[in-house]
């Protein structure tokens, strides 16, 4: 079944991974670093280059046209991949499910609650990359975000270019193509994941300023909206992830069209109630990811910690124990003013391991 095709191209940010996990090399330890990467300016300089680089993308048609007529989109696209997916891979470090490539696809296609944060986690560095490319620079059709908003503009002035979200959002809703009514109960838990994402980048940003003036009088501010880094965002969506709530589907009668619905909280007078916006909802239970499915390639092999995670992560099944030296730099010393010598120490390191 092909994905709808307005979120094809958050399925291009969580399917192409597989293509992406070659390309970056990535083992699972990469910090999350901030773009741009190396590189940048000389690729997207190239105009040639990056239509070739639209072109590689698994783009709907309309989004290919969008991407052809903005030369730095295609960067900025593969840049928001990898920051997902890196961020995916961090958040769920010791989980069973630990945002492998492997079973991307399956995972896709259901609604699980990993479906949920895959989808928010896409979007939100979608959001997040488009922001910073514009304020950066790197896309020729976006401007500074110079929006009013605080009070007394007299006292202050928007300085120098701030990471531009109004740009990117209103990209987004473009590139992820109109809101789709009645679709099937699936299309509206991605859209609605989709956007829980998109929201929690907007409600990380914060405006800064700084004060000119004679010795502190702060005659003059000057303030720019900022984004909060990424791996807070990761975070909060790791929270929505864990408090996910369960909806089913019902047709409105009188919009008529399909609505989601997730049972009350406790408390509350209404028997269900509609998710609330900040919510990542899911329809399915998931499976255990304990041993190697269409979702997931199981956890043997994985490393743990013997106190807090082996017996979770290894379903039971036990651990393997290895020692081995690891080398590290110790009697560190301050020689003379400018540079410190060190010796090469060893230890013993012992390594807890999921059986098969
Ligand atoms: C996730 O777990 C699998 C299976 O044990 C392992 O092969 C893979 O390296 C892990 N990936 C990351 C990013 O930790």
């Known amino acids: 079944m092909r994905p709808p095709p307005a979120l094809a191209a958050l399925c291009l940010l969580a399917l192409p991974a597989a293509a992406a996990a070659a390309y970056f090399g990535l083992t699972g330890r990469e910090v999350l670093t901030p773009f741009p990467g190396p590189g940048t300016a000389a690729a997207s300089a190239q105009s040639g280059a990056h239509l ?3 072109d590689l993308l698994q783009l709907s048609r309309r989004q290919k046209q969008l991407c052809r007529r903005e030369p730095g989109l295609a ?21 069973r499910w630990n945002c492998s490539l492997e079973g991307r696809t399956g995972l896709l296609k ?16 979608l959001a997040h990359t488009l922001a910073r490319a514009c304020s950066a620079g790197r896309l020729e059709r976006c401007t500074c975000d110079d929006s009013p908003g605080l009070q007394s503009p007299q006292a202050w002035q928007w300085g120098v270019c701030g990471d531009n979200l109004k740009y990117s959002t209103k990209f987004l809703s473009q590139f992820l193509g109109p809101k789709r009514g009645s679709k099937d109960l699936r299309a509206r838990a991605d859209a609605h994941n989709t956007h829980v994402g998109i929201k929690a980048v907007k409600s990380g940003v914060r405006t800064t300023c700084k004060c000119h003036g004679v010795s502190g009088s702060c005659a003059v501010r000057t303030c720019w909206k900022q984004l909060s880094p990424f791996r807070e965002t990761g975070q909060a969506l790791k929270l929505r992830y864990e408090a996910a709530v369960k909806v089913s589907s019902a047709t409105n009668e009188a919009l008529g069209r399909l609505e989601l619905w997730a049972p009350a909280r406790p408390g509350s007078p209404a028997k269900e109630l509609a998710p609330r916006p ?32 082996c017996s979770s992560l290894c379903c039971g099944r036990g651990y393997d124990t290895q020692s081995r030296l690891v080398a590290f730099s110790c009697h560190c010393r301050v020689q003379w003013c400018c540079y410190v010598e060190c010796q090469q120490c060893v230890q013993e390191e012992t390594l807890y391991t999921c059986k098969h």
């Open 52 to 54: 070739r680089q639209c």
């Open 75 to 95: 960067e900025t696209l593969q840049d928001a991949a990898h920051l997902s997916l890196l961020e995916c891979q961090f958040q769920f470090r010791h989980e």
């Open 110 to 125: 259901r609604g699980f609650k990993e479906t949920a944060f895959l989808y928010a986690v896409s979007s939100a560095a």
């Open 278 to 309: 900040g919510d990542l909802v899911y329809m399915e239970d998931s499976p255990s990811f304990c041993r190697p499915s269409k979702y997931s390639p199981g956890t043997a092999g994985r490393a743990c910690s013997r106190e807090a995670s």
